[in-house]
Nanobody
């Protein structure tokens, strides 16, 4: 059974940093796309950052470029999101996701597995 277990998150002041982690188990995702999405209250879930595979291509939402960094461990089954210079508009529930393919996708429904979500709150 595939599981994505998230950790990290919490409350931080604007300008601060947080790091999210997501460890996958049940199968190898070293050759699969993994990434991070977020959902603010009353809004749709949106793509934040994605990684094609361990050491591969990455893509970021324009709103987080230059502030967030996605990375994966050597085995490719753990994905991280380092978030710097956080803004109040970054507040939301963050979800890690994985798909059965290496091809990058920013589309929510194209991801097959999801973490439990973790709250990130940035105060002004």
């Amino acid at each position: 059974q595939v599981q994505l277990a998230q950790s990290g998150g919490g409350l931080v002041q604007a300008g601060g940093s947080l790091k999210l982690s997501c460890a996958a188990s049940g199968r190898s995702f070293s050759s699969s796309a993994m990434g991070w999405f977020r959902q603010a209250p009353g809004k749709d879930r949106e793509f934040v950052a994605i990684s094609a595979r361990s050491g591969g291509i990455t893509r970021y939402a324009d709103s987080v470029k230059g502030r967030f960094t996605i990375s994966r461990d050597n085995a490719g089954n753990t994905v991280y999101l380092q978030m710097n210079s956080l803004k109040p508009e970054d507040t939301g529930v963050y979800y890690c996701a994985a798909r059965n393919f290496a091809v990058l996708s920013t589309v929510v429904y194209q991801y097959d597995y999801w973490g439990q979500g973790t709250q990130v709150t940035v105060s002004p």
